[in-house]
């Protein structure tokens, strides 16, 4: 379901991600995610969560929507996944190796594009105490310029 | 509900350059996660949002008035969460003028004079902030 | 409660404390950019005072040039020198300053300008390169980070932009943008009062430059007007010169062609005269071979009647082969005078030519008129000799017909260089003013139509002017009159 090309963007190159509920309300919330997998199945990804901002779950169970939104810090490559809310669970090592993989390439790419030691940049990422799972509905282009807000999947009608 | 004052300390986070987080519902209860490059502050009880082009954002205000704003201070490695509601657009005043010069500013010295267009200045009142510390590193990181 | 108004009072201490002192410099500031019209120092203060007091480090101040564009004219604390770095109205923070005539306060600059960047190279990737602008390079710091600008105004006229920026995430707070835009507002006052003073300097410069310009024309302006009158009453006279020469030439023309055809008319008949006298004479030879022939009588040989009559005879014969010859002679100077290739060019005694011309005339100045005689040191002349003698009969006719009882004839001659002058002076009635510039005529004559034809003097001009030499007259009215003759003694070449 993921297209290839972002399936290595999730794995290779996102270096900042964050996301978003909404209560039953309609009022929404900003979730710092610090670690992101793509399960097999290649339409669910784990969101791994820092326990400030891990107050997510009766929203979730109330209306199960989510959307997470991924950046490379620098080219500024952005993508959003709106999706269903499948399940939470404990960081396992899968999730936290994952996280260790978002953390590094953080440091890096901050270090490079804005100078600041890795260490500092590493604080930044926060160890997650939660995961939410979720299976993606949507993908938009998010990247400022012309086609920001494009669907890219399912691909809109022309 | 009553606008709540922003603390002082949250200006300066403002003006720091670094990308915040707008998370907005559409009426049908869809939540809509963007990155954007700046808030604005107007005053104790209000920021803003530049609109240029009609986008998610923008759209889900008009149906659904509440957001949520994300903002970065790399100090202390502290988040500034707050709770808004879309009150009103603007398209003349102090406000529009600065965020229009701004963005004038930067596009014409980046070659992108008449492509960014400020279509209004869309104003929020603050009904909460909130100020997240993130949990320190494990002795491990 | 006391507790907590300690933190309280110690901090509005020191802010005051911080107050007074910007105060005391924004005042030390005033005092110093008010206290010089020199641009230069104007910039050196300002901008020193702004890293020095308010920790500005990188600072600029543009002025508005005559089109839309901004030039550097001061800049402090850059490593690549800005100065004469233009910026166009509308571009960047500080052209836009300029267009919008507003402060503005910019503190992530890098940020934007790359969220820019990104979408600028988005549009280039999705080939719409074609909307994009061409990336103008500013002054100041390529890697700002925040930066204040504001207009320079006077009253409603910008005049140019100041702008303090760094590097630093450390943003400009309000108190930077009140301190940067009090020192701004110095700034611009001072820079107008001294960009003033600079153009009524230069403008006074300017006419005093002119004042003394005008002065010097002024006071040359009557020397000019004395010289360029001199001038125009020179080539005025050459002009008149010139005049009189093309039509004394004219009229030399004319007259040539005009004695030649009198010099063939008369030559016929004279020649016959002379030819006749010349038998006569022959003829009267001839009688008196007769009257001497031993057959003829002694009675009738030695009659004084007839002694008489021979005597009458010969002088008669005599006075008219002289006169024809003299005749002839007029006619040949005539037909010279109409015929400029006379091929008898010759070394010539003027003296001899003087001297027979005096006898020529002797009817003219016998018993009344005393010929006194200065002859210098002449070589011969190569000249056309029956030319120059009837230049010279000429003269000496005038000079006396010019005396009407008695008086004096005066020749000199003398060398001059390489000319020869004869003088010939007389102490006749002499010429009016008027007169003098005519005298040289062909037609001319204050003789009466009686005495003569006018012809005299102007063929004499045509016989010195064909010699290349000069004639001049003086003359002073009832004192006498004086011709002076110049030829060339040797041929020219």
């Known amino acids: 379901m993921i297209p290839g090309k972002i399936l290595a963007f999730l794995e290779d190159e996102g270096t900042v991600a964050v996301s978003g509920t909404r209560d039953a309300n309609l009022i929404p919330a900003i979730h710092y995610v ?74 890096k790419v901050v270090n490079q594009v804005f100078g600041l030691p890795q260490e500092m940049c ?19 282009l998010q990247t400022p310029g012309p086609g920001a807000g494009h669907r890219l999947v399912p691909p809109e009608e022309e | 509900m009553n606008a709540v004052e922003l603390p002082d300390q949250i200006q300066p986070v403002m003006q720091n350059g670094i990308p915040a987080i707008v998370v907005t519902c559409s009426a049908d209860g869809i939540p809509n996660t963007t990155i954007i490059s700046q808030v ?15 986008n998610k954002t923008i759209r889900n205000v008009r149906e659904n008035p ?26 003349e005043g102090p406000i529009f003028d600065e965020m229009d010069m701004q963005i004038e500013a930067i596009a014409s010295a980046t070659g992108m004079s008449g492509i960014f267009k400020l279509r209004a200045a869309d104003i929020y009142r603050v009904k909460s902030s909130k100020k997240v510390s993130l949990a320190p590193a494990s002795p491990r990181e | 409660m006391a507790t907590q108004d300690i933190p309280s009072n110690e901090g509005l201490v020191e802010k005051l ?225 010139t005049q009189v020469q093309l039509v004394q030439s004219s009229k030399m023309a004319s007259l040539g062609m005009l004695a030649a055809g009198i010099a063939h008319e008369i030559n016929t008949p004279i020649g016959a005269i002379h030819s006749n006298a010349d038998v006569e004479r022959r003829a009267i030879g001839v009688i008196r071979d007769i009257l001497h022939h031993p057959a003829f009588p002694e009675k009738l040989r030695d009659q004084p009647r007839l002694n008489r009559a021979f005597k009458i005879f010969d002088d008669i014969n005599r006075v008219t082969l002289e006169a024809t010859e003299r005749v002839i002679k007029v006619i040949q100077s005539l037909k010279n005078f109409a015929r400029l290739d006379e091929p008898e060019l010759e070394l010539v005694d003027l003296h001899e030519g003087l001297d027979s011309t005096l006898r020529l005339i002797n009817h003219l100045t016998k018993d009344r008129i005393e010929v006194v005689k200065h002859y210098g040191e002449l070589p011969q002349v190569h000249c056309y000799a029956s030319q120059i003698n009837q230049a010279f009969v000429n003269l000496l006719t005038n000079a006396a017909q010019a005396i009407k009882e008695t008086g004096t004839i005066t020749i000199t001659t003398r060398q001059d260089g390489a000319q020869a002058v004869i003088e010939v002076a007389d102490t006749g009635a002499g010429i009016k003013p008027e007169h003098l510039d005519r005298i040289f005529d062909p037609g001319f004559t204050t003789k009466g139509v009686s005495v003569g034809l006018g012809l005299g003097l102007s063929i ?30 040797a041929p020219p070449a």
């Open chain 3, 17 to 241: 404390a911080q107050k007074t002192a910007e105060v005391h410099v924004l005042r030390h500031l005033a005092l110093n950019i008010n206290s010089t019209l020199d641009l230069d120092q104007i910039y050196d203060i300002v901008l020193g005072t702004m890293d020095e007091f308010f920790g500005f480090r990188h600072s600029l101040i543009l002025l508005l040039g005559d089109s839309d564009r901004l030039r550097v004219v001061a800049s402090h604390g850059y490593e690549d020198q800005p100065l004469g770095g233009t910026v166009t109205v509308g571009t960047g923070v500080i052209g836009t300053v300029a267009k919008r005539r507003r402060l503005m306060r910019v503190n992530n600059l890098r940020a934007q300008r790359a969220y820019f960047s990104t979408i600028r190279r988005q549009m280039e990737e999705a080939g719409r390169t074609s909307e994009l602008g061409e990336i103008v390079p500013v002054p100041g710091l390529p890697d700002a980070e925040s930066q204040i600008a504001i207009p320079l105004m006077i009253k409603d006229r910008l005049i140019g932009v100041f702008s303090v920026e760094g590097r630093e995430q450390k943003t400009f707070s309000d108190d930077d943008e009140a301190l940067a835009t009090i020192v701004a507002n110095q700034a611009a006052s001072a820079i107008q009062n001294a960009l003033l003073y600079r153009s009524a300097e230069e403008r006074r410069s300017e006419l005093a430059e002119a004042h003394d310009r005008l002065k010097e024309l002024n006071e040359t302006l009557e020397d000019r007007v004395r010289d360029r009158t001199r001038e125009l009453e020179q080539t005025n006279r050459e002009l008149r010169e």
């Open chain 1, 34 to 107: 610090s670690g992101w997998d793509v399960e097999p199945n290649k339409r669910t990804i784990r969101c791994s969560i820092p326990q400030a901002f891990a107050d997510l779950i009766s929203s979730l169970e109330n209306n199960r929507q989510f959307s997470l939104t991924i950046e490379q810090i620098g080219s500024h490559e952005t993508y959003q996944f709106k999706g269903d809310y499948v399940g939470s669970a404990r960081p396992n090592e899968a999730d936290m190796a994952a996280h260790e993989r978002v953390k590094a390439r953080f440091a």
């Open chain 2, 66 to 91: 509440q957001a949520c704003v994300a903002l970065n201070d790399l100090e202390g490695n502290t988040k500034w969460i707050l709770d808004v509601e879309y009150d009103h657009s603007e398209t």
């Open chain 3, 460 to 489: 004499t001009y045509r016989i010195i002017e064909n010699h290349h030499g000069s004639i001049d007259v003086r003359s002073e009215l009832g004192k006498g009159t004086t011709l002076t003759l110049r030829l060339p003694i």
């Open chain 2, 40 to 54: 604005y502050y107007v005053d104790k009880t209000h920021i803003a949002l530049s609109f240029q082009f009609f």
């Open chain 1, 122 to 140: 590493r604080a930044y990422i926060s160890r997650p105490s939660l995961v939410i799972r979720f299976t993606v509905r949507e993908i938009f």
